[in-house]
């Protein structure tokens, strides 16, 4: 699996120019938006370099390479944990940096930071592109390359629509729905900190656990 790692790493070294370019994009939305708006970078950034992972799995698939990776020492499920792993570890180095650069930018210009909501907000994109990465990567196994991009992209397109329908609906009906999120926040507010995170970093675990042993069952069914 480390043999995995080390060649995906290479393979995302020849990109560094567009890394380069979602790094200054990214400085961009720091220098021209203020306080937590910035978080946008943050996102940004972390979605750019993060779901670097479909870019392996492309690159796997061109000229049919991935019939010469199914002939060495590494089972199915060790491909699918792998890139797991490795888009995990995308995300996070991504966030990180990102976190850092932004927050120094906006210390560099003497901007109100509301640290909480900050932090807070940071989390968040870490989250949601954990979340991304568990949701597409059985899709992109799945479909590969282009038709992967496109099936994902109905997926989104469809979840959208889904989600302003369910709104649109509850509204017509006159359900409160901001009191709902209200008392949903008033609840967890109960808990500390901590409780939270330790319960959301959990959820995500055996959300991304699901997304391999899905992965796996995919790839087991595909014939190299």
């Given at each position: ?46 979605m750019g370099i993060g779901m670097s992972v479909f870019t392996t799995i492309s690159y796997d ?38 976190m850092v650069i932004v927050t120094s930018i906006l210390m560099l210009r003497n901007l109100p ?104 069952k995919i790839l087991n069914k595909i014939e190299y």
């Open positions: 699996m480390l043999g995995l790692l080390v060649k995906d790493l290479y393979l995302l070294k020849k990109n560094r120019k567009i890394f380069i370019m979602f790094g200054g994009i990214a400085c961009i939305f720091a220098f021209t938006n203020d306080g937590n708006s910035a978080i946008m970078a943050v996102a940004y950034f972390t698939e061109f000229d049919h390479s991935n019939v010469f990776l199914m002939t060495l020492p590494i089972t199915r499920k060790e491909y699918a944990l792998e890139k797991a792993i490795f888009g995990i570890i995308s995300i996070g180095v991504a966030f990180l940096v990102s930071i509301s640290w909480g909501e900050w932090l807070v907000s940071g989390f968040s994109v870490f989250i949601v592109m954990n979340i991304m990465l568990a949701l597409l990567l059985p899709f992109q196994i799945k479909f590969g390359g282009e038709n992967g991009r496109m099936v994902i992209l109905g997926v989104g397109i469809v979840i959208a629509v889904i989600v302003v329908g369910v709104f649109s609906f509850l509204t017509q009906l006159n359900v409160d729905v901001e009191g709902i999120f209200a008392d949903i926040v008033t609840m967890l507010s109960r808990f500390s900190g901590a409780v939270i995170i330790a319960g959301v970093l959990i959820i995500l675990t055996c959300l991304l656990f699901l997304s391999v042993i899905i992965t796996t």
